[in-house]
């Protein structure tokens, strides 16, 4: 059921709100779109995804940088998908229906479910994301290093010694995990090309050889699912989830030439999964100046089944009862369609002066 309250926020940097007050916005600003770590949350932003990709970016083509992590890795090679449209529903379909375990599954269960669900979708495009002509893909993973280290079997022990690094401070996390970031194309987005915060950073060109290891790592969550062991071309190794760093992906955008479109399931920026757990660990500063966020309003969200987006704890609460489960999300990701409605109302009405608000003031 369609709510009668706005299902959608614009929140913007202030050199992204004087632009939209001053000259709206228009597929040719768009330099960059970011796609967060979030499990079954990113499903409930697949309508605005095919609306942003099947008709509203094509209709003004240029180079754009497209950066996932975990699920938003997986949203943004769809989008590069020669029929996104197609591509954002197969996500759906199968991320709901391929999960479907024993009663306790073990991490290798979940492993081999998840990926035989992203063999499955991206058989179909990886040909396409590794050769868009505009849409330059980037998929973020984690490697372990000090405690996590390639030699090591000890990841429970690791991950506590990184989890207490990171209370510290997220530089300190930086001892435990490099960020790897696999780019489409010969180069990458211009601020990975130097260092910009604590982490190592490895550029590794995506081949067919590990595109299917690289989408399948970005999404393993630490003590859930195994880590991938040894992509090619990177250093060895245990790959995980590249939302450990890159949980919001906190990035420097405003190097870029151009405004970043930031699709998100929430109104906060979280810089790090573990980061989640930290009420005053928020994204702010100049990095943000240039973004634009589109994401659901508390409204809509309250409206959702149980109050909330779809989340992993859907999983436990409903058991091997993966009817109830499917059932919830499908009304969640019905009522989403506004988001997709409400913001091509926006571009044909040219609202973007009257209903864009400042980003920061929305993370303090």
Known sequence: MRSSSPALQILAGPKALQHLREKGLSPANIACIPAAAGGPKGLLLCALDKYLFGSWLPSQPRSRSLIGASIGAWRMACACASNPVKAFDDLV???????????????LEISRVMRKLLSQLMHPLREAALNHSQHHLHILVNRGVGALHPGT???????????MANLRGRHYLAQHMERIVFHQGQTSALFFNQMFDAFTTHRVPLTADNFDDALVASGS???VMEAVRDIQGTPPGWYWDGGIIDYHLHLPYEKLDGLTLYPHFSDRIVPGWLDKFLAWRKARGSWLDTLVLLCPSKEFIKNLPNGKIP????FNRHGNNWQAREMEWKKSLSAARQLADEFHEIIEKNHW????????SSLM
Do not use: C, N, W
């Open 93 to 107: 379909q199968l991320y709901m229906q391929e999960q479907r375990y024993s009663a306790t599954p073990s991490k």
């Open 221 to 223: 969550i630490p003590l």
């Open 353 to 360: 002066a009257a209903l864009a608000k400042p980003l920061h």
């Open 311 to 314: 989340d992993r704890k859907d």
């Open 153 to 163: 079997q000890r990841h429970k022990a690791g991950f506590v010694r990184a989890s």
